[in-house]
T-cell receptor, first 113, second 114 residues
Framework: AQSVTQLDSQVPVFEEAPVELRCNYSSSVSVYLFWYVQYPNQGLQLLLKYLSGSTLVESINGFEAEFNKSQTSFHLRKPSVHISDTAEYFCAVSERGTYKYIFGTGTRLKVLA | KAGVTQTPRYLIKTRGQQVTLSCSPISGHRSVSWYQQTPGQGLQFLFEYFSETQRNKGNFPGRFSGRQFSNSRSEMNVSTLELGDSALYLC?????????????FGNGTRLTVT
């Protein structure tokens, strides 16, 4: 069955430090992978996506994620975080040929001054 | 272009009552999905509609139902409310009829059941 695991529920990190938010998935078919971000009192916004091609994808605000098929992972990284990156981050998977998203339970990133 | 609009933003109901939540998708988007978000559980998929037809349904009891109108607007109804139904309910729309199409979320309706 399709599932998404975000092992870290909370990640505190100091400003300008690097961060990695982990995401692992399981699926018996090919998938599309997404990271969404949720700021307080708002809905989710798409951060980046992997559909095909290069396994490294980037967002406009400095985040990147790498699709690793052998490890079934799609970890999110940023080399230097800002206070404004404080939010909850959700990894999501959708299976090709279907129209159903599965979300992870989210990781709360707290950037400390 | 206006984003996904959910109304109302906040609701307080008592156990046993019913509630209807509304979602207006981005213009041109024909797919609308509903999710329940609770702390620790993440987002749980409720159902998805496309061109007025329910295509997918999550593992929620029959008290949870929805529909989509010809203008793509969608409503979600919860009957016989329970305390555990307290959550943020998110609506999302997308343009394409495929799994690679990103979701666009509204700001949600926060339901509190007392």
């Amino acid at each position: 069955a399709q599932s998404v695991t975000q092992l870290d529920s909370q990640v505190p990190v100091f400003e300008e430090a690097p961060v990695e938010l982990r995401c692992n998935y399981s699926s018996s078919v090919s998938v599309y992978l997404f990271w969404y971000v949720q700021y307080p009192n708002q809905g989710l916004q798409l951060l980046l996506k992997y559909l095909s091609g290069s396994t490294l994808v980037e967002s406009i605000n400095g985040f990147e994620a790498e699709f690793n098929k052998s490890q079934t992972s799609f970890h999110l990284r940023k080399p230097s975080v800002h206070i404004s990156d404080t939010a909850e981050y959700f990894c999501a998977v959708s299976e090709r040929g279907t129209y159903k998203y599965i979300f992870g339970t989210g990781t709360r990133l707290k950037v400390l001054a | 272009k206006a984003g996904v609009t959910q109304t109302p933003r906040y609701l307080i109901k008592t156990r046993g009552q019913q509630v209807t939540l509304s979602c207006s998708p981005i213009s041109g988007h024909r797919s609308v999905s509903w999710y329940q978000q609770t702390p620790g559980q993440g987002l749980q998929f409720l159902f998805e509609y496309f061109s007025e037809t329910q295509r997918n349904k999550g593992n929620f009891p029959g008290r949870f139902s929805g529909r989509q109108f010809s203008n793509s607007r969608s409503e979600m109804n919860v009957s016989t409310l329970e305390l555990g139904d307290s959550a943020l309910y998110l609506c999302a729309s997308s343009f394409h009829d495929s799994a690679d199409s990103p979701l666009h979320f509204g700001n949600g309706t926060r339901l509190t059941v007392t």
